[in-house]
């Protein structure tokens, strides 16, 4: 797994300074890992009380060894690349706010996998149900199932007029 790192004083305030004023999850990590180690805890130990792989205790050991703490930083994000490009949130943002059936559907409200639908029509990229649903939320929509009532598609005097003859028929033998 690696031997262990010794830190200075030095060195422990200044990643005991960086870990408390970052606001990456993994900077904290990789903090607590370099000085998890200066303790002696294990590799082991260290991946079981924070829920990451040796792997990664091992990856963060060198890094430190190599670049300080100045290799604690993520150089940039993991991962590949976001299909969701600047234009694609904005016709995202677009068809969330059109009404479905302006654009020629014959529904009223978006679902996730109706607007994943339609944005793999204009925009070419196709996008699970999923996914969609967080980079609207990303974007501040809220997604959630629309309610389905009548109120306002029936007529209310007769819905109260029947609603009051209901109650009192219940009341009544």
């Not at 305030?13 to 990590?29: G, I, K, N, Q, Y």
């Not at 300080?68 to 930083?73: D, F, I, K, T």
């Not at 196709?126 to 969609?132: A, I, N, S």
Request: proline share 4%; glycine share 8%; with cysteine.
């Amino acid at each position: 797994m690696g031997r262990s790192i010794k830190l200075t004083v030095k060195q422990f305030d200044e990643l005991d300074r960086l870990r408390f004023s970052t606001s990456s999850a993994d900077v904290f990590r990789n903090c607590l890992i370099v000085l998890m180690c200066d303790i002696g805890e294990t590799g082991k130990t260290i991946a079981k009380h924070l829920g990451v792989g040796t792997d990664t205790i091992t990856r963060v050991r060198r890094l430190y060894r190599k670049g300080g703490v100045a290799a604690l930083r993520p150089i940039k994000p993991p991962g590949r690349p976001s299909k969701a490009t600047p234009e694609f949130i904005v016709l995202m943002k677009q068809a969330v706010g059109t009404n479905p059936m302006d654009l020629g559907y014959g529904f009223a409200t978006w679902s996730t996998a109706r607007l994943a639908a339609h944005l793999a029509k204009i925009a070419g990229v196709r996008f699970g149900v999923d996914q969609l649903r967080r980079l609207l939320k990303k974007e501040g929509f809220s997604v959630q199932r629309p309610k389905h009532t009548l109120k306002g598609k029936r007529d209310e005097a007769a819905y109260e007029k029947a609603r009051r003859q209901l109650r009192r028929l219940k009341k009544t033998r």
